[in-house]
């Protein structure tokens, strides 16, 4: 019964365009563009940026005075049956503004054995850095322009991206007697 | 005849060690690959995982019924907490209102465990700080008081699953509360007891003032919080920054330190201890319906369990979802929080509607602030690396899930 619905879309995308909310508003006027999308209980504003304005877009909502966005809480990697999705919520340490990122990457742009590519934020941001590998690890999306993108919950040699709904445990995986095992 | 000790020829060597995965002060197993100059800490690498349970896999392959019970799991030490951020999230998402009664209780329980969350680590801290005369073993004999609590209402003395989606199981039995008060007026005499050994402490002073000093700038960049950063100087309590449950009913001070260093992480758990007793004084007071007794007294039954009586307040309800195997939550998406004795805990669910959740996605205060140790180290001595290491109250379940 349930696996049936393994595929399904978690939520149903209305047609029409939103209205920017003050997040998205302030990105608009520092000539980032993004999209509102819905949400589910209205009280947090979710837009999704492009991959390539990603860093631009999260400095202006760190550092500017109006939006002090500058507490990362976690960086979560989503495997949706069209797209992947690189998801950034962000706190602030100063006022109770709060605001969700998403970045979007169809799986028909990325190609076949390629891991999908979101640009790294962990150059200037050190909270990224360990989520951004730990996404890499389990989700298997690449942060390119990350300095240490190693796994780091599954050992280094680990095969595969555990939170991919294709991805299939190695039944050896740990025993060591076994000569394909990756131990 | 004297050695020529200035030669330019004459050069220092680094030297790489391994500290764990099985150091008796990691609380766990984590390694640390740390690169030493002499006994001055040049780079440090934390190697984690050994610990990695897949919950986050677990929370998309379980039913959400089966997942409940194991969220425990991902800090053992404040399993409250850690039901309680799934739960809200789910909450959030379906849109549930909790009784009023149920979140008391919430509150009630979860400061208990905050309390011996703290005093783990206080315990464990000073063993850690090389103080093995037997002040170990006093906070712990709280903590038997409290667990036996928690056993008498939760049914566990450490996996509780007391907290569900939509509320919390049961009401505790006919004079817990009593208990309850009994701990809470002795407790604040043993905190003195506890600072009366260690605060003053020459020795403990030596070890942790002005050691491992964390600037306010750092907590921000890496995304710390909980004690650590309030020792910083930053006001982060999710308690009163973005009140939850009955918090705004309740008057409580949030400890804030200046200082940054391991003392000042210290002095904030030991006041953040008094803070609970305080709290938990307050929801006895106001808990609607009362105690159980008063509770029972009212409706006329006797036995505690009994909640189906027809002229029960709904405030005095204690679930507003009925759980069975086969619960689930709607479909949408939700980010919650609450303040675990380690900072933000944190729980992003994605639901389809189905009876398991489409992703399950932890935010752990441990992870975030574990991240920061390698800029923590960098600097101070070998011998330090274990007293600031230990400050920063890591929790190695939390930090791999």
Same mark, same amino acid.
């Given at each position: 019964?349930?696996?049936?619905?393994?595929?399904?879309?978690?939520?149903?995308?209305?047609?029409?365009?939103?209205?920017?909310?003050?997040?998205?508003?302030?990105?608009?006027?520092?000539?980032?563009?993004?999209?509102?999308?819905?949400?589910?209980?209205?009280?947090?504003?979710? #837009?999704?940026?492009?991959?390539?304005?990603?860093?631009?877009?999260?400095? &202006?909502?760190?550092?500017?005075?109006?939006?002090?966005?500058?507490?990362?809480?976690? #960086?979560?990697?989503?495997?949706?049956?069209?797209?992947?999705?690189?998801?950034?919520?962000?706190?602030?340490?100063?006022?109770?503004?709060?605001?969700?990122?998403?970045?979007?990457?169809?799986?028909?742009?990325?190609?076949?054995?390629?891991?999908?590519?979101?640009?790294? #934020?962990?150059?200037?941001?050190?909270?990224?850095?360990?989520?951004?590998?730990?996404?890499?690890?389990?989700?298997? #999306?690449?942060?390119?322009?990350?300095?240490?993108?190693? &796994?780091?919950?599954?050992?280094?040699?680990?095969?595969?991206?555990?939170? &991919?709904?294709?991805?299939?445990?190695?039944?050896?995986?740990?025993?060591?007697?076994?000569?394909?095992?990756?131990? | 005849?004297?050695?020529?000790?200035?030669?330019?020829?004459?050069?220092?060597?680094?030297? $790489?060690?391994?500290?764990?995965?099985?150091?008796?002060?990691?609380?766990?197993?984590?390694?640390?690959?740390?690169?030493?100059?002499?006994?001055?800490?040049?780079?440090?690498?934390?190697?984690?995982?050994?610990?990695?349970?897949?919950?986050?896999?677990?929370?998309?392959?379980?039913?959400?019924?089966?997942?409940?019970?194991?969220? @425990?799991?991902? @800090?053992?030490?404040?399993?409250?907490?850690?039901?309680?951020?799934?739960?809200?999230?789910?909450?959030?998402?379906?849109?549930?209102?909790? /009784?009023?009664?149920?979140?008391?209780?919430?509150?009630?329980?979860?400061?208990?465990?905050?309390?011996?969350?703290?005093?783990?680590?206080?315990?464990?801290? +000073?063993?850690?700080?090389?103080?093995?005369?037997?002040? /170990?073993?006093?906070?712990?004999?709280?903590?038997?008081?409290?667990? %036996?609590?928690?056993?008498?209402?939760?049914?566990?003395?450490?996996?509780?699953?007391?907290?569900? $989606?939509?509320?919390?199981?049961?009401?505790?039995?006919?004079?817990?509360? @009593?208990?309850?008060?009994?701990?809470? @007026?002795?407790?604040?005499?043993?905190? %003195?007891?506890?600072?009366?050994?260690?605060?003053?402490?020459?020795?403990?002073?030596?070890?942790?003032?002005?050691?491992?000093?964390?600037?306010?700038?750092?907590?921000?960049?890496?995304?710390?919080?909980?004690?650590?950063?309030?020792?910083?100087?930053?006001?982060?309590? +999710?308690?009163?920054?973005?009140?939850?449950?009955?918090?705004?009913?309740?008057?409580?001070?949030?400890?804030?330190?200046?200082?940054?260093?391991?003392?000042?992480?210290?002095?904030?758990? $030991?006041?953040?201890?008094?803070?609970?007793?305080? $709290?938990?004084?307050?929801?006895?007071?106001?808990?609607?319906?009362?105690?159980?007794?008063?509770?029972?007294?009212?409706?006329?039954?006797?036995?505690?369990?009994?909640? %189906?009586?027809?002229?029960?307040?709904?405030?005095?309800?204690?679930?507003?979802?009925?759980?069975?195997?086969?619960?689930?939550?709607?479909?949408?998406?939700?980010?919650?929080?609450?303040?675990?004795?380690?900072?933000?805990?944190?729980?992003?669910?994605?639901?389809?509607?189905?009876?398991?959740?489409?992703?399950?996605?932890?935010?752990?205060?441990?992870?975030?602030?574990?991240?920061?140790?390698?800029?923590?180290?960098?600097?101070?001595?070998?011998?330090?690396?274990?007293?600031?290491?230990?400050?920063?109250?890591?929790?190695? /379940?939390?930090?791999?899930?």
């Amino acid at each position: 019964m349930s696996d049936a619905a393994h595929g399904a879309k978690p939520a149903e995308e209305p047609e029409k365009e939103l209205a920017a909310g003050p997040f998205g508003q302030f990105l608009k006027e520092h000539g980032i563009n993004s999209k509102r999308l819905p949400d589910h209980s209205g009280a947090v504003e979710v #837009i999704e940026v492009e991959g390539k304005d990603l860093e631009a877009a999260l400095k &202006r909502l760190r550092n500017s005075q109006e939006t002090q966005l500058n507490y990362l809480l976690t #960086i979560t990697g989503t495997e949706y049956p069209e797209h992947f999705e690189s998801v950034y919520h962000l706190w602030s340490y100063t006022s109770t503004k709060e605001l969700v990122v998403k970045v979007k990457i169809q799986k028909t742009a990325v190609a076949e054995g390629a891991l999908p590519v979101v640009p790294s #934020i962990a150059n200037f941001w050190g909270a990224a850095n360990w989520h951004e590998r730990e996404t890499y690890d389990l989700v298997g #999306i690449r942060y390119s322009g990350h300095p240490y993108l190693r &796994r780091i919950l599954n050992p280094w040699d680990w095969d595969g991206h555990p939170l &991919r709904r294709d991805y299939k445990q190695p039944v050896d995986a740990l025993n060591d007697k076994n000569p394909h095992s990756m131990r | 005849m004297t050695l020529e000790l200035t030669s330019p020829e004459l050069k220092t060597q680094e030297m $790489i060690i391994n500290m764990g995965p099985q150091h008796p002060a990691t609380h766990g197993v984590l390694r640390l690959v740390v690169t030493l100059d002499g006994e001055i800490v040049k780079h440090v690498e934390p190697v984690l995982g050994h610990l990695h349970r897949a919950q986050e896999w677990q929370g998309q392959n379980r039913t959400i019924f089966q997942y409940q019970a194991l969220i @425990d799991r991902v @800090d053992y030490l404040s399993g409250m907490f850690t039901s309680w951020a799934m739960a809200r999230s789910a909450e959030e998402i379906d849109g549930l209102k909790v /009784p009023k009664r149920a979140e008391y209780l919430r509150v009630i329980l979860s400061e208990m465990n905050r309390i011996t969350s703290h005093l783990l680590w206080l315990g464990t801290y +000073l063993i850690d700080l090389g103080a093995m005369f037997g002040f /170990p073993f006093y906070p712990f004999r709280e903590r038997e008081k409290l667990f %036996d609590l928690f056993e008498a209402v939760a049914g566990q003395r450490m996996m509780f699953n007391y907290i569900r $989606i939509g509320g919390v199981v049961r009401n505790p039995p006919f004079g817990w509360f @009593d208990k309850l008060k009994q701990f809470l @007026d002795e407790f604040p005499d043993r905190i %003195d007891e506890y600072e009366a050994i260690v605060t003053e402490n020459p020795i403990f002073l030596k070890r942790t003032q002005g050691v491992g000093y964390l600037s306010p700038e750092v907590a921000m960049n890496y995304g710390m919080s909980g004690p650590c950063v309030r020792a910083s100087g930053i006001n982060l309590d +999710l308690r009163k920054f973005k009140p939850y449950s009955v918090y705004p009913e309740i008057d409580f001070k949030v400890p804030v330190m200046q200082e940054g260093d391991t003392w000042a992480r210290y002095m904030c758990r $030991i006041a953040e201890m008094r803070e609970c007793v305080n $709290i938990i004084r307050q929801c006895i007071e106001k808990i609607p319906g009362g105690t159980t007794e008063e509770l029972r007294k009212t409706l006329g039954t006797t036995t505690p369990e009994k909640d %189906d009586s027809k002229d029960l307040d709904p405030e005095w309800l204690l679930m507003a979802k009925k759980q069975n195997a086969g619960l689930r939550i709607k479909a949408g998406e939700g980010f919650s929080a609450v303040e675990s004795p380690r900072g933000t805990i944190g729980c992003y669910v994605v639901s389809n509607g189905s009876d398991k959740a489409y992703r399950f996605r932890w935010r752990n205060p441990s992870f975030c602030n574990l991240s920061a140790l390698s800029h923590l180290l960098v600097g101070s001595p070998i011998a330090d690396v274990m007293a600031i290491f230990g400050s920063i109250d890591v929790i190695l /379940p939390d930090v791999d899930r």
